[in-house]
């Protein structure tokens, strides 16, 4: 007769990542650029705003951030100041409220910045061409 010998399969070995490898900096350009994208997804946002000075003040300065927006990192957190137009007949607040949300999860998760704040400014409506 054959006998069944068990044998025990080895645990899996994982290798713990080094608590560090180097430093990751993930420039305020490009987190302006997650938060336009965002800003574009979300529905009654008809445009960003900029304002006569704040274009001067970037041509000057060569800055190639997005339009609209300020972002600020300060340990590892990011505040960010955004000024919109919203279309005509859409709940300000509603639209306000859901533009802070989608950019929170699009910072977050694809730059893995957490949030602090997002403050957002309506500077504007966009009125439809039939109104």
Known sequence: MSEIIEK?????????PPAQLGTIHISNDVVSKIVA??????????SMYVGLTEGLAKS????????????????DEASIQLR??????????EVC??????????VEQLAGVMVKEVKVQV???????NV
């Open 60 to 75: 000057i300065s060569g800055k190639s951030m997005q339009k609209g927006i300020d972002v600020h990192i300060q340990n």
């Open 37 to 46: 994208m965002a800003a574009q997804t979300t529905e009654g946002v008809s």
């Open 84 to 93: 919109i137009n919203v279309q005509y007949g859409s709940k300000m607040h």
């Open 8 to 16: 025990n399969a080895p645990e899996a070995e994982y290798i713990a």
């Open 123 to 129: 500077v504007g409506i966009a009125m439809p061409d």
């Open 97 to 106: 409220h859901d533009l802070q949300h989608n950019v929170q999860q699009a």
